[in-house]
């Protein structure tokens, strides 16, 4: 069993026990969290489609931890002119668990 869910602006196939990093969120390293934007089901080949989402699913998750991703370098230039700049990013992550697809 699989669920399509919308979680901080973007979608992610879920399964039980799966853990997945998503952009920051508010709650507290092991609070409980809901996620009620489900799209999609899937139950052994039973599929439910929402339009845009499925009334009365959820999907619960425990927060695991917080912590940052990989840096990304930014570089920008501009050939002959001699523009060149360099930055550097660090997204905030959150590990979640999902614990449960409740249909």
Partial sequence: MYAIVEIAGQQFK???????????????????????????IDNEGKVSIGAPVIAGAKVAASVLTHLKGDKVIVFKKKR????????????????????????
């Avoid at 952009?23 to 999609?40: D, I, N, S, Y």
């Avoid at 523009?83 to 990013?89: D, L, S, T």
């Avoid at 997204?91 to 409740?102: A, R």
Wanted: aromatic share 8%.
């Fill in 14 to 40: 879920v399964e039980k026990d799966r853990k997945i990093y998503v952009h920051r969120l508010p709650q507290l390293e092991g609070a409980e969290v809901t996620f009620e934007k489900v799209l999609l």
């Fill in 80 to 103: 002959r002119k001699g523009y060149k700049k360099k930055n550097g990013h660090r997204q905030y992550l959150t590990q979640i668990q999902i614990t449960g697809i409740l249909a």
